[in-house]
């Protein structure tokens, strides 16, 4: 009896040691079983976004003056900043043997219209008389007419050399081709100067239009398919602090830059207060239409890797990693493209902790 009850209580201590270890630990399998996810399912449509891009402005038109024959410049009528009209003379050329030709070519012409006009009125007169029988041979008569002809053929081409003369001699004054500001002058009085003519290689003068400009972006390649045309675009300049500027896509290149695999697109700013200058960087908010492919998800369901992006669906209880690829971002859905489908179920704030595969409750 005394051993009975020696070891009775010990067996009591121990039957309280494993009841209290039992209730310290938690049930894993219980754990396990009471994690649930958040599903969302996969919508198809267009998300309309969009993105910023930097850009820089240009001179709607751009162009660098040259001579068009070889001279000495007589005088320059504009200087850098100078605002000049469309015909405006820009600078005057002398070139004296260009005077002396074009004088010679009009003396040719007019001696050449004289010489055509006295065989014109001799045929005209052997013409009429030859009208009474046995007057005028036909042999006379047909040389006549030849020498009329000539005298013609004569008169044109002189008068062709003339005009040719003529539009040489209007190269020696320089006017400009459009409305813009000078913003180059790299040339004075007294030098020669050509058709090939550059001053540290540089034109003598730069014409640029500055009342509208072009603003040129490179649209990424994912994006190039997405733009409207004719949108209004909103941009900031750097320069510019606290002002916001609009323009209107006007022209898109339709083909991507092999180098950059992105596409050129212009867009046509008004510049009346002349606030916005060439060459001023920007940064552009440019709209998308969306791809009408594109599989819509919450932007909290993609999980980002080092190798690769891609979201959870849940299937039979199974999880499927499926790879995708990033489209247009709005509030908090994200445009996806893979092997997904419209009505799928996605695991809405996903992790890489969930693995490929895994039976869920």
């Known amino acids: 009896m005394k051993n009975y009850k020696y070891y009775l209580p010990v067996l009591g201590i121990i039957t309280g040691l494993a009841a209290c270890n039992s209730a310290a630990m938690p049930d894993k399998k219980a754990t396990g079983d009471e994690r649930h996810y958040t599903l969302a399912p996969v919508v198809q449509r267009p998300l309309a976004g969009s993105i910023r891009l930097p850009g820089a402005l240009a001179a709607f038109q751009k162009v660098s003056i040259y001579p068009r024959i070889n001279g000495f410049v007589k005088s320059i ?4 900043g100078t605002k000049v009209k469309k015909g405006q003379v820009l600078l005057v050329l002398e070139a004296p043997e260009v005077a002396q030709q074009y004088y010679a070519a009009q003396s040719k012409y007019i001696q050449a219209a004289a010489v055509f006009a006295s065989s014109k009125d001799n045929y005209e007169r052997t013409l009429a008389v030859s009208a009474e029988p046995g007057t005028i041979s036909a042999h006379d008569l047909e040389l006549s007419r030849a020498r009329m002809l ?11 050399n003339f005009r040719a003369q003529e539009v040489n001699r209007g190269y020696l004054t320089v006017t400009a081709p459009f409305d813009g500001v000078i913003t180059e002058r790299n040339i004075h009085p007294g030098a020669l100067v050509g058709p090939d003519t550059k001053v540290d290689d540089k034109p003598m003068l730069m014409l640029e239009q ?18 409207s045309g004719q949108s ?8 510019i602090p606290g002002r916001h500027f609009e323009g209107t896509i006007a022209r898109q290149a339709g083909t991507l830059n092999d180098k950059f695999r992105s596409e050129a697109v212009e867009i046509d700013v008004q510049n009346g207060q002349h606030l916005l200058k060439a060459g001023m960087y920007t940064e552009v908010l440019l709209p998308l239409n969306g791809s009408a492919q594109a ?17 959870i669906t849940v299937k039979d209880h199974r999880t499927r990693w499926i790879d995708i690829e990033e ?6 859905s994200t445009e996806v493209f893979g092997q997904l489908q419209a009505g799928d179920q996605v695991i809405v704030n996903a992790t890489d902790e969930i693995k490929d595969g895994v039976r869920l409750p």
């Not at 209004?232 to 320069?239: G, R, S, T």
């Not at 489209?327 to 908090?332: L, V």
Request: proline letters at 3%; charged letters at 20%; hydrophobic letters at 45%.
């Open 327 to 332: 489209g247009n971002h709005h509030n908090d």
């Open 210 to 227: 500055e009342d509208k400009l072009r603003l040129i972006l490179q649209i990424p390649e994912v994006y190039s398919a997405q733009l």
């Open 295 to 311: 599989m819509l998800v919450p932007a909290s369901a993609i999980v980002m890797s080092t190798e690769k992006k891609y979201v």
């Open 150 to 160: 000539a005298d013609s053929a004569l008169m044109n081409s002189e008068q062709a």
């Open 232 to 239: 209004a675009v909103a941009f900031d300049v750097n320069a």
């Open 77 to 80: 009528l504009v200087d850098r």
